[in-house]
């Protein structure tokens, strides 16, 4: 079947600091990849994506590489903000299949 | 325009009650999904309805719950009879589907309907 494992939060992290949230995958047939992301109060929102074998998602500032050889996606930023403390999932899709298959969020805050 | 929406937005209620969640979708998005949010077990698919075609139930976790989506636009989430381990976040999500190779048909979500069981 299809699965994602995210690292396990909270993560807490100073402004400016540099981000990375691990993301590894299982899954049967090709996968597109996501990261999503639920800033307090609101809903889920696409962040970005990949849909194949090296692609670089980025937005906002945050980037993520599609990894085949080492199934993983994770995603990086450079110089976090206080704006960014969220809870971001990885997630991934198979093509033929719309439904999404997510990892269990990371909970990620920003200390000025 | 506006997005998806979802009432209630929080639903408290006794075990052994029936509930019923709704969730507006985008105008126009053909696809609809419900999806759980609940602690320990991060964010599952529920259901899938896309167009006329017979829904994926796939991740439903019980009979007690079901979905309909009238008219090809609103859709209900019903589970009878609720147990405590239902208490979760239940999110709604819409997109619009095209069949082109390579396009990715994002998901809007909703703001979720928060469900307390107690």
């Known amino acids: 079947g299809n699965s994602v494992t995210q690292m396990e939060g909270p993560v807490t992290l100073s402004e400016e600091a540099f981000l990375t949230i691990n993301c590894t995958y299982t899954?049967?047939?090709?996968?597109?990849l996501f990261w999503y992301v639920q800033y307090p109060g609101e809903g889920l929102q696409l962040l970005l994506k990949?849909?194949?074998?090296?692609d670089k998602g980025s937005n906002k500032g945050f980037e993520a590489t599609y990894r085949k050889e080492t199934t993983s996606f994770h995603l990086e930023k450079g110089s976090v903000q206080v704006s960014d403390s969220a809870v971001y999932f990885c997630?991934?899709?198979?093509?033929?299949?719309?439904?999404?298959?997510f990892g269990t969020g990371t909970r990620l805050t920003i200390i000025p | 325009g506006a997005g998806v929406s979802q009432s209630p937005s929080n639903k408290v209620t006794e075990k052994g009650k029936d509930v019923e969640l709704r969730c507006d979708p985008i105008?126009?998005?053909?696809?609809l999904y419900w999806y759980r949010q609940s602690l320990g077990q991060g964010l599952e698919f529920l259901i899938y309805?896309?167009?006329?075609?017979?829904?994926?139930k796939s991740g439903l976790p019980s009979d007690r719950f079901s979905a309909e989506r009238t008219g090809g636009s609103v859709s209900t989430l019903t589970i009878q009879r609720t147990q405590q381990e239902d208490s979760a976040v239940y999110l709604c999500?819409?997109?619009?589907?095209?069949?082109?190779?390579?396009?990715?048909?994002?998901?809007?979500f909703g703001p979720g309907t928060r469900l307390t069981v107690l």
């Open positions: 999500a819409s997109s619009p589907i095209k069949v082109v190779a390579g396009y990715y048909n994002e998901q809007f």
């Open positions: 899954a049967t047939g090709y996968p597109s």
């Open positions: 990949a849909t194949k074998a090296d």
């Open positions: 997630a991934l899709r198979v093509v033929g299949n719309e439904k999404l298959t």
């Open positions: 105008s126009g998005h053909t696809a």
């Open positions: 309805f896309q167009g006329n075609s017979a829904p994926d």
